[in-house]
């Protein structure tokens, strides 16, 4: 994608827009771990739901469940940096930077409750104990999340590198 300078009539290639990052807010460190929370979510849902219909222990229940949650967490990025026109490679290395840390530590806390909510490891689907506790526990990696993502954006990182492709 190439970019017409007006003022020379010469085309450049085109380069992540820079925006600073002092004085980041709250609402735009809830955006960004709300976005990184719905590929969690996704992922979450979809292992347990998968893990526990298929007679999976917790082990590999879990294990299935934080995969799932890293590659829809990572595919919601890549989704919107590869609509901006940026080319794979490079949308791989943005969507690595801006959500690692951000699922990782939704995926602590989120499997940590479930872990060490009595029973909650071993609820099934027709259960309210399974989608309260999952309900909970994504609830508590939200709040948990949001400081380190609005830490991360004033720094330039985490979900302020995906901004820089938008336009």
């Known amino acids: ?29 809830a955006r960004a771990t709300l976005h990184c929370l719905t590929g969690c979510a996704l992922g979450e849902v979809l292992g347990m739901v998968a893990g ?25 990025t890549l989704r919107g940096v590869l609509g901006a026109g940026v080319d794979l490679r490079t949308a791989l290395r943005v969507a690595l930077a801006a959500d690692t840390l951000s699922i990782a530590v939704m995926e602590l806390i989120d499997n940590g409750v479930i872990a060490l909510w009595p029973d909650a490891m071993d609820a099934h689907l027709d259960e309210t104990l399974f989608w309260g506790a999952l309900a909970v526990s ?7 999340t949001t400081p380190v993502n609005r830490w991360m954006i004033g720094r330039g990182k985490g979900h302020a590198v995906v901004h820089r492709y938008h336009h």
């Open 52 to 76: 526990t219909a298929l007679g999976w222990g917790n082990v590999p229940t879990m294990i299935l469940a934080i995969a799932l949650a890293f590659a829809l967490g990572y595919s919601l």
């Open 138 to 144: 994504l609830a508590l990696a939200f709040v948990v």
């Open 1 to 29: 994608m190439r970019h017409d300078d007006t003022r020379t009539g010469s085309a450049t290639p085109a380069r992540p827009h820079t925006h600073t990052t002092g004085g980041v807010t709250w609402p735009t460190a």
